[in-house]
């Protein structure tokens, strides 16, 4: 497919490829395409950017710079105080001030045991790169030097260092080690080093170290064919780059659901949202602001979330099937588990069985008439008035005629009191899936109307409870529910800290400046984890 054919713009012969995308071949196609290609850009759209930076990787990485030439920040005691002059010079927002302090300095501690192995190093090249103005291979990171010949190039992750590398890790270690080993300059290096810091504990692994034949030969051999074959415009499958591509609003991959947020006009910045997204930000909108950030969070799920995690699991494992569940599907824990040991053990089959067993009755797939569309697969949604991309993961789609049945499964301990009332009060998923499906969702798959069900699942019993979207007065509460629910997220440009019980439980409390304004304990136990038992859909 052609940039014409896309009413894209721009020269497409010209090529910037980072070691990032090498190691990002198996996202989007079209999204990479169009990345690698500077020059190119749509006619139809342009992704606005708010006004603070957020990218708090690029703070960090630019502070570390900064330090190199500053003789303050090389005194371990003076290290803090530079770094909270910088942030408060650079004005960076507070709530990523914190981590920003921890990161540096990790950074830096790293830095400078890495001196005490290999000797003093010099800041070479920021983000070198390689080839002809047409043809550029790149990384981002720095590049440094020492005296007697070694080149050591870095790559900060946010949490902890790889010391397993993935195979997506080593097709970014190959191209870097070969970006480090061509940088032109007058001196000739005689080895290559390829160095992960981790920004929040200093945590460091040794990817590569050899010299600039071996960097060359391993790209060669391994990365070099898949930087050749980045990209086709003609395929798109949309994923969690559509929130940071520069086609993302003339994608014709994106549903069009206009109308769907029920914001007049474009707010704070281009984005993508889901449901959980705004559940969290209703509760706090720091909160909101460092998970987007993508710091470092709290991995440990409550009871509930293992439990919706290993339920969601095996149920997608089951549904992939395109065919309904049976009682035989589920054995009794304590001997052959069947169908789940491809995706669980033993112990975690005996904590999902008794919910699952209840699922039997109630899975749609066994009904005749019933066709499978998908499960546990993400919708997106593109809203042009807002210009936001609405995400959300349903746990199962079919179709029952010309109706688009989206389902959600959730665990608890015993059914809603107030019914379907209290199921739709409690989940924001319900009105947002509901709102996705009739502003063009259930149109897209051939579908004149749609149904939202949640199925609540104890280990007692079941129940599936459903809206229509021909119900009357629905789709008017829906609307003017998902527009509150939006409202202060899309145009907020400060996202205040909002203290309160949930901060015992915040998963990105260790980065909130406001972290000791809430510390009774008494009180914090009163107050729950929230009830959705599954992460968010990215």
Request: hydrophobic share 40%.
């Given at each position: ?31 990479l ?31 570390v ?11 371990p ?24 302090t ?52 870095r ?14 890790d080593l ?29 929040a ?34 395929t798109?499958v ?50 909101w ?34 065919t ?20 669980m ?12 067993r ?88 051939g579908?004149?109307?749609a ?51 949930h ?36």
């Amino acid at each position: 497919m052609t940039i014409d054919a896309l009413d894209l713009f721009g020269d497409p012969s010209i090529l910037k490829v980072s070691a990032t995308d090498i190691a990002s071949a198996d996202s989007c196609p079209r999204h990479l395409a169009v990345k690698i290609r500077p020059d190119v850009k749509s006619r139809r759209w342009r992704r606005s950017f708010g006004s603070e930076k957020t990218f708090v990787l690029g703070i960090v990485t630019d502070l570390v710079r900064a330090s190199h030439s500053s003789e303050w920040a090389h005194d371990p005691q003076h290290l803090a105080g530079w770094i909270a002059q910088e942030l408060e010079r650079r004005r960076v927002h507070r709530l990523l001030r914190p981590y920003a302090t921890a990161a540096v300095t990790n950074i830096l501690e790293a830095h400078w045991d890495i001196e005490d192995e290999i000797g003093p190093l010099q800041l070479f090249q920021t983000d070198p790169t390689i080839g002809t103005v047409e043809r550029t291979l790149t990384v981002w990171g720095p590049l440094y030097r020492t005296e007697d010949g070694v080149r050591e190039v870095r790559r900060y992750r946010l949490g902890t260092a790889h010391v397993e590398p993935t195979h997506d890790d080593l097709l970014w270690t190959h191209t870097a080690a070969q970006v480090a080993a061509g940088y032109p300059s007058r001196d000739i290096p005689v080895r290559i080093r390829v160095v992960e810091i981790g920004a929040a504990d200093g945590s460091i692994a040794v990817l590569f170290d050899g010299t600039p034949a071996d960097a060359g030969a391993e790209f060669s051999a391994e990365a070099k064919h898949v930087a050749g074959s980045l990209g086709d415009l003609g395929t798109a499958v949309p994923g969690s780059e559509c929130a940071s591509c520069k086609v993302a609003g003339a994608c014709d991959a994106l549903i069009p659901v206009p109308e769907m947020l029920g914001q007049p006009s474009k707010g704070y910045a281009s984005r993508s949202v889901s449901p959980s997204d705004l559940d969290r930000y209703q509760r706090c909108p720091a909160q909101w602001f460092l998970a987007d950030a993508r710091v470092p969070r709290d991995a440990e799920y409550s009871g509930a979330q293992t439990r919706g995690l290993l339920v969601h699991t095996w149920l997608e494992t089951a549904h992939a099937r395109g065919t309904g569940c049976s009682i035989d599907d589920l054995p009794e824990p304590g001997g052959d588990i069947g169908l789940a040991a491809t995706v669980m053990d033993a112990d975690d089959y005996a904590i999902a069985h008794p919910y699952l067993r209840h699922h039997v009755p109630s899975c749609p797939l066994a009904t005749d008439g019933v066709a499978y569309v998908a499960s546990e697969t993400a919708l997106h949604g593109f809203d042009h008035d807002a210009e936001v991309i609405a995400v959300t993961k349903p746990d199962l789609v079919f179709r029952v005629g010309d109706r688009l049945v989206a389902r959600e499964v959730k665990t608890t301990s015993s059914l809603p009191a107030g019914g379907a009332e209290d199921v739709y009060a409690d989940n924001l998923q319900v009105p947002f899936l509901l709102a996705m499906l009739g502003a063009g969702v259930a149109e897209a798959h051939g579908c004149t109307t749609a149904t939202v069900e949640v199925e609540m699942l104890t280990p007692e019993t079941s129940e599936v409870y459903a809206w229509d979207l021909e119900e009357p007065e629905l789709a008017e509460a829906v609307r003017a529910d998902v527009a509150a629910a939006a409202r202060d997220w899309h145009v907020d440009a400060e996202w205040h800290t909002r203290p309160g019980p949930h901060c015992a439980w915040c998963p990105v409390r260790q980065w909130c400046p406001d972290r000791q304004v809430h510390e009774n304990q008494d009180l914090a136990a009163a107050q729950s984890p929230p009830v959705d038992d599954e992460p968010a859909p990215f």
